[in-house]
């Protein structure tokens, strides 16, 4: 990912609601939602909802596709992950990240350590 991606995709879900979309997405998983289900479950109004859902899928943060007369949407793990590599690329000043007991996340320690 390059850095304009990088910043298109975190400009995407850095507003409340449109984060709140994301995560609803990436917990639905590859199966995604209609956006009737997601405005029932965030409480969005479906004009609202649109503009969000526009803005995620332009930072391709979402995809869509159509089911019959339905618009699913799902969020786009490519894209998260690539997002996610992109932040942790330099991590640790190039030492080795940990994972640590209580979680699957690597983090990094410090030199001190």
Known sequence: METKEAISALSAIAQESRLAIFRLLVQAGPEGLIASKISEQLGIPASSLS???????????????QDGRFMIYTANFDTMNGLLSFLTDNCCGGNPCLSTSTSTAAVCRSASC
């Open 51 to 65: 503009f969000h859902l526009k803005e995620l899928s332009y930072a391709e943060m979402v995809a869509v596709k």
